[in-house]
Every structure is written in structure tokens, then in C-alpha cells.
């Protein structure tokens, strides 16, 4: 990911935590790596269940064009998302995805594959199903090498509900450390 | 000589720092930083955010929202709290802006100062509610009955939104008319870096206040020099009275005296017109030698940015951009001068009527050739069409 331009993509459902998770990203990328991230997001009406995508570009000047066209990074959290964005992918990109919800068998999977059971991690490592985006932001961090684990951290501390910190940098840590383990560091 | 007092921000409204944060919240961050103590909305997406943001900030700074039973309501109690004495705004999209129209023009006729933020979605009617468009720009203008003349702004990024917002109503007090400020969702929308400087460093103007005494005073007696009155509020001890009516300089209704009438509403027209050269702002990019101009605004201008790299990068031609970010008044000699030069003017806008192009059009007289590159809304350009408009236009 050497490019000045790295398009990355987060979808799945609404409730997800998904627009948190391009949150962070985000402001780990400007304010705490001091470069620039633009989020962008495409919603419909619902405010649960309905499909849910974040969109982030990282870049070390000005973010042009906010949208993404074609991610280099495609986190995939719910069937629909997958099948709805996975063609967009660069063929050289990467393909991150919740293996628990989403069924690649019959597709021909060109780009780099990561998988993480991310929502039951949440449950059973971290005690809390809602932190499956933070698990999900630290597999991410480790798996990509684009962000510091330690802007990552950061900005999750900064933008969780108070008193949810000391939760969600477990959970953050859970994802990190099993994205190195699938590296094989 | 005109008075216009400059101070700095008031400390209890500064969110001094970094953040990360859309347009939405950085423009109500904007308006604290201004020194706006009131606001009154109507929640309506794309641009709930603001007011969301300024009913819970609100309270921690010292002022008031209240969110009122419609549009029509709240564009007139902001009015309200303004001759009351603060500095005040309401925040809208297509359709509530439509609702506003008539109070627009009573704050236009009253001189009331004020900041109308509209987050533009694509319309007509309840149209593509989360989607942007930049459609409302000619009704931003003449949407309200009558002549009149007031400002338009017009930012491309959340860091934008927050120090452009201020301009607003800087100019809103200055020049004692309703500024628009016009944002798009995807500005609105799009969350990026916002740099709040000290309060020390942000440039705020005071209210016109009159120098004279009870008895003196005539509310709309002009400035000679920039054709403004000056103010009182409410609870002052001066006796004035507001009307949407034709008033005289004591402010009384005059309603069917032709000379008041023509003096008035071109008063209303003048003191923006006369003091354009005060109120333009823009940036120019690459437009020494340029061949091609491309001529845009808010979220089009930025995204016009990549389509001009394309060019320069696949087909080495010289492309300028000239981006207003105050869009009403236009800077209209430096238009025309760059017309002279270019083989051509293309203008990206959110809309398909060329809202800002046929403006350009008039202004450009024929000198070069303008060419409108509408798009309806609910998305912005794709780049490769500016690209090959560039190309176009170029052969």
C-alpha cells in the first residue's frame, strides 16, 4: 500500500458499529498519524438492520474526490454487504471479512483473504457482543500495517462512550493480536 | 465613515483543537465561534447535525435553541432574537428552505442580520433526502418576492464549513442582510480533519450599533458611505418599529410612496452591490496561462480538482480552476478578465439548469465560450467527466 491514495471500504448492518469503525480509522489516519482521512457514508432510512457501508480514504495531502470508486481495502461484515461490493474490489487488493457472517464458498477469491470470527470474539474474549467493530478496527490495524497500533488505540479511546475505554482497547487488542497471529508474527 | 467594529471570538464558544468531525458539526462550531447565541430549526436531513450539535453545545456556552413547530417558524423567531440583541441562525435543506422564503425576504427588507445555513439535497420537493445536489443556488438568490440582494457562501470541506460559516456572519452584520450559507450533504456529510484556531485569532465583527441618543436616532438613516443604518435592540429605550412594509428612514410604514419605495428597496440592492469588492471572495489555482478555466463551487470545485489533474497528467493541457467561495456577489472583472484568455469556461455544478453557469454566461458577454457541465445531484461528478469535458472543450 505504498500508493498516496488508499480507498477503503467497511460495510455490513446497520448497528454493526460500521460508521464507528471508519470513524476510527479515520481520525487515527489525520489527527493522530497527522495526514489526511475523509469518511464518507451511505445510508438509507433505518436506523438498524439495513445495509450500512463507511467509506475512508487515507492520504498523505488533501483528499481530492472524498468518495471511494475503487477500495484497496473491502472489510466485509454481513453476506449482503459482500455480495453487494465485493466486485468493486481492486484485483490486487485486500478482502477482510466477519467468516462467521459471511459465506464465500463458489466464489473465486483473487485478492488477499483475512478472516476473523469478529462478533463472537466480542462475546467471548471481550465479554460484550457490541464491541465486535473495535475487535474488528484492531484485526484490521494488524492485518493492513497502514495505521500505527498505537494511533489506532488512540482514537479508539477517543471516540468510544466514556467509561467504555479500558472494554474497547481489549477489544481492540483481541482483533490485533489475532490479526498477528494469521500473519504469523 | 463606516464603523464596523472588529473583535475576536468570544473564549466560551471556542473548541480550540483538532478534530475529527463532518461539515455539519464543524459549520455549528462555525457559528459558536462567530458568537451566534440562538438558533432556532426544524430538524430536516441532510442537515439535523448542525442543530443537533448547537442544542447540546449551546447550553454549556450561554444562549438558546429552540427547536419550533416548523420552518416557517423558526426562520422568523430567529428574527426575533437578533433585534433582541444576539447573533442568530437557522440551519435547513431544500424543502424547509422553501418554507423560509418568506421570512428571507422580511429579514432582507428589515435588515435584519442574520445566517441562513441550507444543507442542499437534491430536489424539487422531498426529492433524494440523503443525497447532494447544489439546486437551491438561484433560489438562494431570488427565492423570496421582491428585489433585494443578499450573500452567498459557499464552502467544499468541513474545515470550511467551520471558518467560512464565520465569514458569514461577519458579512450578515456588516451588511445587515440574511447570508446564505450554502452547504451540499456531501459536505455536510463528509467527516475530515477540522484545526480550531485560539480564540484570539478568529475575527469577529460586533453589531452596528448606533451612536446616537433616544429622539436621534432614525433606524434606517444609511451610512453614507456604505449605505447600511445602524442598530438598537430591543429594551434599549429607543422607540422603532420593524416592518416588512416600505418604511421610511423613521421606520414607519410608507406603503404607497413611490420615491420611498424606489430609495429603499435600491438601497437594498446598493449596499451590496456597491460594496462588492468588500464581500468577493475566491481562489485561483494554475490560471497565469491556463487554456481551459474551469469555474465551480463548493463540493463541485473540489471534485472539478481531480478531473483537472487528469487532464494535465494524460493530455499535458493547462487547465485553471477558479473556485468562489462567496458565489453572490460575483467577482465579475476578474471573470471577465480570465474570459479573455481562455479558450473556454466550464462550470461543474450539482444542478442541471446551470444555476451559477448562465450567471458566468452574462457576465462573459460571449468573450469565450461557457459551457455548463450540469449534474442532477444525488452523487457528485465522477472526474472523468470533467476530464473529458476538459478534452472537449480543449480541441
Known sequence: MAADRVEIRLAGFGGQGIIMMGYVIGKAYSIFEGYEATLTQSFGPEARGGACSAQVVLSKDKVLYPYVVQPDIFVAMSQEAFTKYYPTLKKDGILIIEEELVDLSGVDITQKLFKIPATRFAEEKVGRRLTLNIVMCGFFTAVTGLISRDAMRKAVEDTVPSGTEELNLKAFDVGYEYGQQVLGK | ???????????????????????????????????????????????????????????????????????????ICLQGAVWAGLKAMTVTSGPGFS?????????????????????????????????PAQGDMQQARWGSHGDYETILISPSSPQECFEFIIDAFNLAEIYRVPVMFMMDECVGHMTEKVVIPEPEKIKVVERRWTDKKPGEYLPYQPDPEDLVPYMVKAGDGYRFHITGL????????????????????????????KNAHKIWKWEEKDTDDCDILILSYGISARVALRGIELAKERKGIKVGLFRLIVVWPMPEQRIIELAEKVKAIIVPELNIRAQVAREIERIVKGRCPVIPLGHAGAGVHNPEDIYNAIVEAAK
Request: charged residues 20%; aromatic residues 6%.
Open chain 2, 1 to 75: 465613515m463606516a464603523e464596523i467594529k472588529w473583535t475576536t471570538a468570544d473564549p466560551k464558544g471556542v473548541l480550540t483543537g483538532a478534530h475529527y468531525i463532518d461539515g455539519n458539526h464543524a459549520a455549528c462550531e462555525g457559528a459558536l465561534a462567530a458568537g451566534c447565541r440562538f438558533a432556532a430549526g426544524y430538524p430536516i436531513t441532510p442537515s439535523t447535525e448542525v442543530v443537533e450539535r448547537f442544542a447540546a453545545r449551546i447550553p454549556l456556552v450561554g444562549g438558546m435553541f429552540i427547536q419550533m413547530e416548523d420552518e416557517i417558524a423558526s426562520s
Open chain 2, 246 to 273: 416600505t418604511h421610511d428612514e423613521r421606520g414607519y410604514p410608507a406603503a404607497t410612496d413611490v420615491e420611498i419605495h424606489n430609495n429603499l428597496v435600491r438601497r437594498l440592492c446598493e449596499k451590496i452591490t
Open chain 2, 99 to 131: 418554507l423560509m422564503m418568506e421570512h428571507i425576504g422580511f429579514a432582507a427588507m428589515t435588515e435584519t442580520p442574520c445566517v441562513f445555513v441550507n444543507v442542499q439535497r437534491g430536489g424539487p420537493s422531498t426529492g433524494t433526502p440523503t443525497l
